[in-house]
């Protein structure tokens, strides 16, 4: 296997590598396959919740274009399969920039080969637990300018991250101007049943164990952006309200992973997704009166 790194460790399976097999793809090894066949030997529908969350990927990225929205940091981004954001966003804008973020040795190696020189996308091996060396990093700041909207992806990642993950996302939010969104999928906690907690069990074998978190905990991950409605057209919703199944934000008719075709399952009910705005900030203190000739010269803009 020519695309593996010589140092890789082939006999523990990887979450990112199990996942590349629930969604039908060739980069993954035997001990990867045999603890993914374990999971759904117990919890089959874990295969459907991971394509569901791949179409919510889609739907996401989608929904960035339509805002105007022509940049993307992809945090977590995996073994590249059908589907990448880069093939996406570049069906809609030719001009689309997207970077992919993953520390997994063969994903990004795969990613390199896979891109080709394409000077809209690049990668960097990174820990996403190192928000500022991510955005520091010089790869980034060609790609990307945060000067204007930016649609930044945690999708299915956080959940394989112990401990405070908000410190990840917060200095993300902070870097974002007014107009970007932030996209998260997360696997949560909901009823426990014997199926998710043998699922939790087998995931201790891999270096990323799950980390199941209450919803509450997820909607913090947002801060004070504002939560798009999953449904378009429907009425705002409070703060924090407007988490959903993966299946269920903004679902297409057409897609074959439609929420309604799905079946009942505590993997899909409890694998939420949300997608926020950030909204400009308020002006909390209004200026008085100009002079006639102040007005006349100041330039003002406003994004």
Known sequence: MSWAPAELDLSRPNAARMYDYFLGGSHNFAADRQAADAVLAVAPHVADAARANRVFLRRAV?????????????????????????????????DARVLYVDVEPIAVAHARAMLGGDPRVDVIQADICFPDFILENPTTQRLIDLAHPVAVLFVSVLHFIPGDVNAIVEPFRAAMSPGSILVISHATSGTATSQTEEVQRLYQRTPTPLQLRDLADVQALFGDFALVAPQPGAAPRPHGAALVPVSHWRPDPEDHLAADGLPASPFLANFLAGVGMKRAAAMTEQPGPEPAGQQASRRTGSR
């Open 62 to 94: 989608l929904y960035a274009l339509q805002q105007g929205i022509r940049q993307f940091i992809d945090l977590g981004s995996g073994i590249p399969t059908v589907g990448n954001v880069h093939d996406i966003a570049h069906s809609v804008n030719a």
